[in-house]
């Protein structure tokens, strides 16, 4: 036991000696979470907006003073023509732009009620041309516009058009029908941090702790020191756990730290249980570790491994996690794919524990796969061990 | 000529290597086969429970429908709101439809805002009443036609709406350029960044300072090796493109090839310069992770840049990834030209200068 101590804290000097990397160890998660919950938003904003009209008429004046008051757009300049228009969205100046055709055509409503909200621009014609690289975006910038566009001139408010958002759009006022009402569970503000900060909790764990890990081992091989700590008196897994002790406790301040950015900087709720969100971190930690030792054991140099865990690894935590892009929108094999890759469950459980607020027997599934891959991942880095040599 | 044979060494020393080799070759091709799959934002297979306290023909029509659209998978009736809320919970349903007394209730969740809100208001078109007339939205397309379908841009009654570009709504084209993008950041950034930190680490670094090699040749030597990578990187990418999807730039391909040449040029230095300042590998590793991934979220690749806060809006401008994914897209996909992006063309290569200046500077050949 003695041993296994004075080794742990060998270790542990090892890694605190080297300052700059400790600092960037805690700098780097403090700043990515400021990154993702402030920044990174797939919010409607300041869509760059061209006017198309040889003369503004009063009527479209105030449809488009309307539009460039809400925060959603910004008219940056008027042309003559669409021609000139499409110039400007094709060198990305504009994003999209508005032609007004007055009066010209009576409103097509096959019923005519759309003359009950009043005058205004209600039989004033847009044609919307948009950008349309990113379909998602075009088809939200549309929606926006045209029911900015198609409120009544003379109402005292208008309503900021979130076509995805309650009840703006479908609840009561302009609703679908009076008796239905919607609840968006957990997140009613519709915050994106909600959502990413779990993601980026499995990102950063994962990789942190698999680069750290990585070059322990293949460090000590590539030295040549391996063969001193052979010949020691410490048995071969000691050597490992022994690496893996320090690692541990430093990843578990890492979380600390995020957990509180994400509580006190970033607003999100812990709802659920604090030893239970604590306890499923530790658990995906060790697999992340485990992870760390294969890629040590398996790789032959710290070029090798740092690839491997930094580069490699980086894509399908990022691309198959549901982190970005939901896993139920890929094709089938992609699914199954998706199914072994470790932060995919560890996201989920935490979106669960931390927002949901859910207890343990929610997330048993999850807990369940962590513990199994962790059991696996440990044993093959385990036999992978090579106690002598080549 | 000394550089001749720097070079010359700087791929032996590559080619030796039991892993680069295949990690060159294998990972553009592995990423652009398997990642466009990956990069689709719809929103699809909802799974919608079912709280049917009515038992009405006009609940069955509408379990009816939920289970015949795209965008939901019927869940399955459940005798009571918490039991549905019990589904929610283990993450088997995202949105609890409650009929009861003629009214509606969805309940979705949200803690993935987009999907809560999309789910819902697909969900409310099924529920739209078919006998009474309603009061029409101007222009909003969701209270016209009778099938149910995502509100789309085209065949969108009242004021006309006109689709630029990407007509086919095809999201592989928009995010093809992003994984050109991703790719040559990956290949062109680690790589250098291991390679001067590694030398120092296994000493050959020493035999290097004592020759009358000059920073320049000897920075360069180590350079272009990984410009000739990104060449070969960015050729198995479009020919990728056109093979397994079909997708061919709208605009000129020796853009494209310029785009890329001076992004490799920034990344490569870029990695050479945290090699120079680390004392590790690991270091190195740690700091170039740091700045890849903050760079690649930051530049505008998956998420607008223009919502981003002010003070975040503000590195856009020193983002080479930022002006880069702007002019591949306008190239790939909007079909401009050289006119259309002097802009970010000019933007590139004037802070791919600067790293590369910054790479030669930062070398010292004494410690």
């Known amino acids: ?390 | 000529m000394m550089i001749k044979y720097l070079i010359q060494k700087e791929f032996l020393q590559i080619r030796r290597n039991v892993f680069l080799p295949k990690l060159i070759i294998m990972f553009p091709i592995v990423i652009m086969c398997v990642m466009p799959w990956v990069m689709q934002m719809e929103v699809k297979n909802i799974v919608v429970d079912v709280v049917d306290i009515d038992h009405t023909v006009e609940s069955q029509r509408l379990v009816q429908q939920i289970a015949a659209s795209n965008y939901f998978i019927f869940g399955g009736q459940k005798a009571t709101y918490a039991e549905a809320m019990k589904d929610i919970e283990k993450g088997r349903a995202d949105v609890i439809l409650e009929i009861r007394g003629g009214k509606y209730l969805i309940a979705a969740n949200a803690v993935n805002g987009t999907k809560g809100s999309m789910g819902s208001a697909y969900l409310s078109q099924i529920i739209r009443p078919t006998p009474q007339p309603l009061p029409v939205m101007e222009g909003s397309g969701y209270s016209q036609g009778q099938q149910v379908s995502a509100p789309s841009l085209t065949g969108r009654a009242g004021g006309g709406s006109l689709l630029l570009y990407n007509k086919g709504q095809n999201y592989k084209l928009y995010m093809i350029p992003a994984l050109f993008a991703i790719v040559m950041m990956l290949m062109t950034g680690f790589l250098p960044t291991l390679n001067i930190v590694g030398e120092k680490e296994a000493g050959t670094i020493e035999q290097i300072n004592v020759t009358p090699v000059s920073k320049w040749s000897f920075i360069l030597a180590k350079l272009i090796p990984y410009w000739l990578i990104a060449l070969f990187v960015i050729t198995v990418c479009l020919l990728l493109a056109w093979f397994v999807y079909g997708i061919t730039p709208a605009g000129p391909v020796w853009l494209i090839y310029v785009l890329a040449m001076l992004l490799a040029l920034f990344f490569s230095s870029f990695g050479l310069i945290v090699s120079n300042y680390s004392d590790t590998m690991q270091q190195a590793m740690f700091v170039m992770w740091f700045f890849v991934v903050s760079i690649m979220l930051l530049s505008g690749l998956f998420t607008p840049t223009r919502s981003m806060p002010q003070w975040a809006y503000l590195t856009t401008y020193i983002n080479p990834m930022h002006y880069f994914i702007d002019a591949i897209r306008t190239v790939f996909i909007r079909g401009g030209g050289l006119h259309e992006t002097a802009h970010q063309v000019l933007a590139l290569a004037g802070i791919g200068t600067l790293m590369g200046c910054w790479a030669v500077q930062s070398y010292k050949k004494n410690s």
């Not at chain 1, 930690?285 to 054991?297: Q, T």
């Not at chain 1, 089938?332 to 072994?340: F, K, P, R, Y």
């Not at chain 1, 979106?351 to 891959?373: C, F």
Request: hydrophobic share 50%.
């Open chain 1, 1 to 390: 036991m003695k041993q296994f101590i004075a080794f742990v804290i060998k270790e542990a000097k090892h890694i605190l000696r080297d300052k700059r990397t400790m600092l960037i160890l805690f700098g780097m998660p403090v700043v990515m979470m400021l990154l993702f919950g402030f920044a990174i938003t797939t919010d409607v904003k300041n869509v760059r907006t061209v006017v198309v009209t040889s003369e503004m008429s009063p009527r479209t004046q105030q449809a488009v003073e309307r539009l460039a008051q809400s925060e959603y757009f910004v008219i940056t300049q008027t042309v003559n023509t669409p021609q000139e228009a499409e110039r400007l969205i094709r060198s990305q100046k504009a994003d999209m732009s508005l032609t007004p055709s007055p009066g010209l055509t009576p409103n097509p409503s096959p019923r005519g009620e759309g003359n009950l909200k009043g005058e205004g621009s209600s039989n004033l014609q847009w044609q919307i041309m948009v950008d349309g690289s990113d379909p998602n975006m075009a088809q939200q910038w549309t929606t926006y516009a045209q029911s900015i566009l198609s409120q009544p001139v003379d109402g005292k408010h208008y309503s900021l058009p979130s076509p995805f958002k309650f009840p703006s759009l479908f609840g009561e006022g302009l609703g679908v029908r009076p008796g239905l009402g919607v609840r968006l569970l957990y997140n009613p503000q519709m915050k994106s941090a909600y959502n990413f900060v779990p993601a980026i909790m499995g990102m950063l764990l994962m990789l942190i702790c698999a680069m750290m890990t990585s070059i322990s081992i293949v460090r000590e091989k590539e030295k040549g020191t391996m063969e001193i700590l052979l010949v020691s008196p410490v048995k071969p897994l000691m050597v490992i756990i022994a690496k893996a002790v320090p690692y541990l406790v430093l990843a578990f301040a890492i979380l600390i730290t995020i957990l509180l950015m994400a509580r006190f900087v970033l607003g999100v709720p812990l709802a659920g249980s604090l030893f239970w969100i604590l306890a499923v971190s530790t658990l995906y930690i060790l697999l992340a570790l485990s992870l760390g030792l294969l890629i040590s054991n398996v790789a032959q140099t710290q070029l090798v491994a740092l690839l491997l865990s930094a580069m490699v690894l980086l894509m399908p935590v990022v691309m198959l996690s549901g982190m970005l892009f939901p896993v139920e929108s890929m094709p089938q094999v992609l699914q199954w794919l998706a199914a072994v890759v470790p932060p995919r469950y560890y996201i989920e459980a935490m979106r669960k524990l931390m927002i949901m607020g859910v207890g343990i027997g929610e997330v048993a599934r999850e807990v369940a796969v962590l513990t199994g891959m962790t059991v696996v991942l440990l044993a093959i880095a385990l036999k992978k061990f090579d106690v002598r040599l080549k």
